[in-house]
């Protein structure tokens, strides 16, 4: 017999806060008492209870990860975001700030609307195409 799911609304609520403030979801699990490979099953589960939840967190995984690169990108501070897409996504040890935004969209893609990939190629192509790097 499946044990019973921990998920629930302030579960929820409580991640969804954590992933806003841009903590890594080992970290966002464990502030609410959880595995990361629970959280992992959950944003990854087809099970209609997750999919609202899967869908929000990693849309605002995307949009935070947006927001990080238009900042530093305004600051032209790619050793920072470098250095905050490695400590949010420590399974990748990107070299350089090409190699970080390639990653990011190669990640989101699947979990993302169309219109907010195209943001990411736009800013991409915007710096690093065309050469304001």
Same mark, same amino acid.
């Given at each position: ?5 921990? !998920?629930?609304? &302030?579960?929820?609520?409580? #991640? #969804?806060?954590? +992933? @806003? @403030?841009?903590?890594? @979801?080992?970290? +966002?699990?464990?502030?609410? %008492?959880?595995?990361p ?8 589960s ?8 899967? $869908? #929000?967190?990693? $849309?605002?995984? /995307?949009?935070?990860?947006? *927001?990080?690169?238009? @900042? =530093?990108? /305004? $600051? ?7 250095? =905050? ?5 420590? *399974? ?12 990011? #969209? /190669? $990640?989101?893609?699947?979990?993302i ?5 195209? &943001? !990411?190629?736009? +800013?991409? &192509?915007?710096? !690093?195409?065309? %050469?304001?790097?």
């Amino acid at each position: 017999m499946a044990r019973p799911t921990l !998920f629930n609304e &302030e579960i929820s609520k409580r #991640l #969804l806060n954590a +992933a @806003r @403030r841009g903590a890594p @979801r080992d970290k +966002a699990a464990s502030i609410v %008492g959880i595995t990361p490979r629970t959280l992992h099953t959950w944003l990854m589960s087809d099970k209609p209870e997750f999919k609202a939840f899967s $869908e #929000l967190y990693l $849309e605002i995984e /995307a949009n935070y990860d947006l *927001e990080i690169i238009e @900042r =530093l990108n /305004a $600051e032209q501070d790619y050793r920072a975001l470098d250095k =905050l897409y490695s400590k949010r996504n420590p *399974e990748n040890k990107p070299s350089d700030h090409t190699t970080v935004i390639l990653n990011i #969209l /190669a $990640e989101l893609k699947p979990h993302i609307s169309k219109e907010c990939f195209d &943001e !990411f190629l736009n +800013a991409f &192509e915007k710096i !690093f195409i065309q %050469g304001t790097d």
